[in-house]
C-alpha cells in the first residue's frame, strides 16, 4: 500500500479534536489514512476491519500522533459484530460524531462472465457492509442530534464501465441508499455525505493493475490516497453532499450521460486500447482473471 509519508495538512486543523471517528476498512489503502489522518488531527478513532495485526500496528500509529485508537476486528458484514463494535465504540469514546464507511471489495470481470456468487460477495461488503454500519451508528447520532455520515464510492457508481460492472451496480447502489438517507435525515442534524473516487494508489487498485484488464493501464493514473482524505475531511467538516476526486470528475460524468452513445463508444474504444497493451505486456493473453 502506498501509505501517505506526509504529516497531515488537512483542510480544518483543530475541527477534528477529541471528535469520536469510525473509520470502516482500516487495514489498509484509504481507509487506512483516512484512519490515520483524523488520529493526526487528535480525534479518536476506532478502526475497524477484519485484518486485527494492521488494525493494531495503525493504533499504535495514532497514538503516537496524538490521536487516540481503539481497534476492532470487525466483518461489516456481520450485523451483530457491527453492533457489538458501535456499542464498543460508545463505551470507550463515550459518542459517535462520524461514521466513514470505506470497506470494500472488487472484483473484475465482463459482464457475461461475472459469477453471481462475486457479484453477491461484493454488494455484501460494499452494499450490505454500509448499511449494517449506518444502522448501527443512526441510533446514537439520532439521540445526539448530531453526525456526520461520509460514504466512499467511485467515479463507477455513476457511469457503469467494463471491466468494472458489476462493482459498478453496488456503487451505484451505494449512491442511491446515501442519497435516500440524506433526504430521510434533512433537518436532523446528521449529515451524509459522498465521495467519489477515480482510481486511487491502494492495494486496490494495484491488484486490479495486476489483472490482464487493466495491465495496460499506467500506474500513474493513479492519484494517491490522502487525496480521497482530503475529500472526507471536508465532508465531514462541512457537511458536503458530495465530493469528486479528483474534483469535479462527476459532473463531466453527469455531462457524459447526455450523449451516452457516444460515451459508450469512446469507453468502448478506451478499453480496447488498454486491454491491447495488457495483452502486449502479458505476452497475448488478454483474458481478464478475476480473483
Ligand atoms: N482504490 C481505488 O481506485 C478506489 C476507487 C474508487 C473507490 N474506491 C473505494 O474506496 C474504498 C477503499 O478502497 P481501497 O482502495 O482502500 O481498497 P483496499 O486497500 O483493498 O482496502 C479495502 C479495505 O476494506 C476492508 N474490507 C474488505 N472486506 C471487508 C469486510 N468484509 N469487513 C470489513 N472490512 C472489509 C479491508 O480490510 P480487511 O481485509 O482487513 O477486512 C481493507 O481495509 C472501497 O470502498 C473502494 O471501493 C477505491
Redesign the pocket.
Known amino acids: 500500500?502506498a501509505e501517505s509519508k506526509t504529516e497531515s495538512k488537512g483542510p480544518v486543523l483543530g475541527y477534528f479534536r477529541g471528535k469520536s471517528v469510525i473509520v470502516?476498512?482500516?487495514?489498509?489503502?484509504?481507509?487506512?489514512?483516512v484512519a490515520l489522518a483524523f488520529g493526526e488531527q487528535g480525534a479518536k478513532v476506532a478502526l475497524?476491519?477484519?485484518?486485527r495485526l494492521?488494525?493494531e500496528e495503525l493504533a499504535k500509529k495514532i497514538d503516537k500522533a496524538g490521536g487516540q485508537a481503539l481497534a476492532l476486528?470487525?466483518?461489516?458484514?456481520?450485523r451483530a459484530r457491527m453492533k457489538w463494535a458501535v456499542e464498543q465504540v460508545i463505551e470507550s469514546f463515550g459518542a459517535i460524531d462520524i461514521l466513514v464507511?470505506?470497506?470494500?471489495?472488487?472484483i473484475t470481470d465482463e459482464i457475461e462472465k461475472l459469477k453471481p456468487e462475486d457479484l453477491r460477495r461484493m454488494m455484501?461488503?460494499?452494499l450490505f457492509?454500509a448499511l449494517n454500519a449506518m444502522q448501527a451508528v443512526l441510533p446514537a447520532m439520532r439521540k445526539a442530534k448530531n453526525g456526520n455520515i461520509v460514504n466512499?464510492?467511485?467515479?463507477?457508481?455513476r457511469r457503469g464501465m467494463s471491466p468494472l460492472g458489476g462493482?459498478s451496480a453496488t456503487?451505484f447502489a451505494l449512491v442511491g441508499l446515501t442519497e435516500a438517507l440524506r433526504v430521510e435525515l434533512f433537518n436532523t442534524g446528521i449529515k451524509v455525505s459522498l465521495v467519489?473516487?477515480?482510481?486511487?494508489?491502494?492495494?486496490?487498485?494495484h491488484?486490479?493493475m495486476k489483472r490482464d484488464a487493466f495491465k495496460g493501464m499506467p500506474s500513474m493514473m493513479?492519484m494517491p490516497?490522502r487525496w480521497?482524505t482530503w475529500a472526507v475531511l471536508a465532508a465531514a467538516a462541512f457537511g458536503l453532499t458530495e465530493v469528486d476526486?479528483p474534483p469535479g470528475a462527476a459532473v463531466a460524468e453527469k455531462l457524459a450521460s447526455l450523449f451516452p452513445g457516444l460515451t459508450d463508444a469512446l469507453l468502448s474504444v478506451g478499453t480496447r486500447i488498454m486491454q491491447g497493451a495488457g495483452a502486449f505486456m502479458s505476452g497475448g493473453k488478454s483474458e481478464s482473471k478475476p480473483k
Request: proline share 4%; net charge negative; aromatic share 2%.
Open positions: 500500500m470502516t476498512g482500516a487495514s489498509s489503502g484509504i481507509g487506512h489514512d475497524l476491519a477484519r485484518r494492521q488494525l476486528d470487525c466483518d461489516v458484514t456481520d464507511n470505506s470497506a470494500g471489495l472488487l455484501d461488503v460494499n457492509g466512499i464510492s467511485s467515479l463507477a457508481g462493482y456503487k467519489m473516487p477515480g482510481v486511487i494508489d491502494t492495494p486496490m487498485a491488484d486490479a493513479a490516497a480521497v476526486v
